[in-house]
């Protein structure tokens, strides 16, 4: 029995490590994983009401399913095409820019020449455009691998889900099996957990962005500020990023009002709306929807954006939180075992 127990446990210690150095090993397929599984946890709810009940039941509620995303696609479709307007806007708009951007570039030169009689020799704009240029060629290069990556993705994401709504059960009954009794309550809960978590943190903070993007959206066309569409969605795409995030999304917005000579446009207007959008999700938003999932520490969730942004970039940043959330839950769990036998 006691021999028994040892081979469980290494089984499972194994596979798990196996597992562990998969995902890093292949990225490129667990990415697609790691974002199937993502949708899986937001559909939950939905799913268990599919899978259950008689055989009419199921088409009706996935005929409302249907019907939900197809006229949800409607509005999706009007705020792509409108944050393309404002792409071809901007992009009509560039040689402006680096006009203007060479006439302020030329009255610092003046000023500096004239207060401490020292020649700027460089010239940052042409800097700049060149870099853009190059970018630009790169970018085209590039379009093959990321046709490849998005073809991967079409093909591996449904064969995912798939899994993950059907076939997910008998797997994980399997994998049951290599787990000692001794740990096996213990497991079951912290990966029952961890999944609530993480799927609670990913509709919450897709619900944040999505506040504060439409809020900022609506706040830039009231005042008439240029690519409103293009501002609000990059706010609200950078605010899932914990406490770096709005300073991120507030500087595009800094930069267009500085390169704009619009005498309608008000920096003032723009700040406050940007403050006001922010106070509204730090006040209400965040309280109700994401600090109550992660229950940690602002030092902790600072901490483990900037370790997340080294190990994982962007994407380390943003599901480094609820990984930290679980640890602790982990740790919680075990000291709580050391203080029974204590």
Avoid: C
Avoid at 190 to 205: C, D, H, M, P, V
């Amino acid at each position: 029995m006691h021999r028994n127990l040892k081979i469980k446990l290494f089984l499972f210690f194994f596979l798990l490590f196996a597992a562990i150095a998969f995902a890093l090993l292949f990225p490129r397929l667990t990415l697609p994983f790691g974002f199937s599984y993502i949708v899986y946890l937001m559909a939950q709810p939905l799913a268990s009401l599919l899978m259950t009940g008689s055989k009419k039941q199921r088409i009706f509620f996935f005929s409302l399913l249907i019907l939900g995303v197809s006229f949800s696609l409607f509005p999706l479709f009007a705020a792509f095409y409108n944050i393309d307007t404002d792409f071809s806007k901007f992009s009509s708009q560039l040689p402006e820019i680096q006009k203007t951007l060479q006439d302020k570039y030329f009255v610092l030169k003046v000023y500096i020449f004239e207060k401490f009689g020292y020649r700027l020799n460089i010239d940052p704009v042409t800097f700049m455009v060149k870099k853009m240029e190059t970018s630009g060629a790169l970018l085209l290069a590039q379009i093959p691998d990321y046709l490849s990556s998005f073809f991967e993705w079409l093909l591996l994401v449904p064969m995912f889900l798939y899994f993950f709504f059907f076939q997910s059960k008998k797997f994980g009954y399997s994998l049951v099996r290599s787990i000692p009794n001794s740990i096996f309550e213990k497991t079951y809960v912290l990966f029952s957990q961890f999944n609530t978590k993480f799927g609670e943190y990913i509709i919450a903070k897709f619900i944040e962005a999505t506040i504060l993007g439409t809020s900022v959206t609506i706040g830039l066309m009231a005042i008439g500020f240029p690519y409103p569409f293009i501002l609000g969605f990059v706010a609200g795409i950078t605010n899932i990023l914990p406490y770096i995030g709005p300073i991120l999304g507030f500087v595009p917005a800094v930069m267009v009002a500085l390169l704009t000579h619009d005498p309608k446009i008000s920096m003032f207007s723009m700040t406050l709306i940007y403050l006001v959008a922010n106070l509204i999700d730090m006040v209400l938003v965040f309280p109700l929807l994401v600090s109550k999932v992660v229950n940690l520490n602002p030092i902790i969730v600072v901490v483990s954006v900037i370790v997340g942004g080294q190990l994982g970039g962007v994407v380390g940043m943003i599901f480094i939180i609820p990984f930290i959330a679980f640890f602790k839950l982990l740790f919680e769990e075990i000291y709580k075992d050391l203080s029974v036998q204590l």
